[in-house]
């Protein structure tokens, strides 16, 4: 909580203050795995000796020091090495290289400024660029009608492609796909996108595979093994349970 407060009081100081800003003008970038990618940062103050620092802000979490240049002087945080994340500061500008690009380089990355000189201890951030890193390997989307129906909309499914807008060229749902966002699960390479139809999802079915979301996506059969086993084994529990009271019911009556 520190941290954000931090960044938005910094963030708010660079508003009031116009002669100093951080500019950072692309603000998304996609790229593919295994590349190289730049991203851009200027600096535009008077002070003579700025630093200029580069952050990383995954989905729902907190900016992350990356690096510090400024013209005397470089480092990098022990979490991102020089090898994979490095930045040259030259005419106030310092562009984050990042190499060897992998999935989990997708996030949003801060330029910010720190002027010095000022008597004041203050950081300017820049507004980000967003990062997406798509998977080498190209897997088209596929499209499943959810059975369960949300305010009387059916839900259309796509799942299990490599590029975040691979779903932009459905046939009968371009315009629903393209104003919603694909989300990727932590670690997965894959995207999944959910839209919401008016027409009981009738076109939903378009794609390498689809179909009903039911008769499509089959069951793991070790899964349902170790479930009727687990359910086999509660049915006895619960049997020995009874048979443990009724005895003693019986054994108590007696006396």
């Not at 910094?10 to 998304?28: L, N, P």
């Not at 003579?48 to 240049?69: A, H, M, S, T, V």
């Not at 022990?78 to 992998?102: C, M, V, Y």
């Not at 660029?129 to 059975?147: A, F, G, H, M, W």
């Amino acid at each position: 909580m520190e941290r954000w407060l931090w960044i938005i009081l910094a963030a708010f100081f660079s508003e009031c203050k116009g002669e100093d800003k951080v500019i950072q003008t692309e603000g998304f970038i996609t790229a593919t795995q295994e590349n190289t990618v730049t991203l851009e940062c200027r600096a535009e103050t008077t002070h003579p000796y700025p630093y200029l620092f580069w952050y990383k802000q995954e989905l729902n979490g907190f900016p992350k020091y990356i690096l510090r240049r400024d013209r005397n002087s470089e480092g990098n945080a022990p979490e991102f090495s020089e090898d994979k994340f490095d930045a040259e500061f030259k005419d106030n500008s310092a562009p984050l290289r990042i190499h060897n690009l992998q999935v989990s380089d997708s996030a949003v990355y801060y330029c910010a400024l720190r002027p010095t000189g000022t008597g004041v201890d203050k950081v300017l951030f820049g507004a980000g660029t967003k990062l997406t890193v798509d998977s080498k390997n190209e897997y088209q989307p596929s499209y499943y009608k959810l059975e369960e129906k949300v305010d009387d909309k059916t839900l259309c499914l796509a799942t299990g492609f490599s590029r975040h807008n691979a779903t932009s060229t459905h046939e009968g749902y371009k315009g629903l796909f393209n104003s919603s966002s694909a989300i990727r699960i932590k670690d997965d390479s894959l995207y999944n996108q959910v839209i919401f139809t008016d027409d009981d999802g009738k076109n939903c079915e378009h794609g390498p595979s689809v179909g009903d979301c039911e008769t499509n996506l089959k069951g793991d059969e070790m899964v349902n093994l170790v479930s009727l086993t687990v359910t086999g084994l509660r049915v006895i529990f619960i049997k020995t349970i009874i048979f443990n009271i009724l005895m003693t019911l019986r054994l108590w009556l007696s006396q």
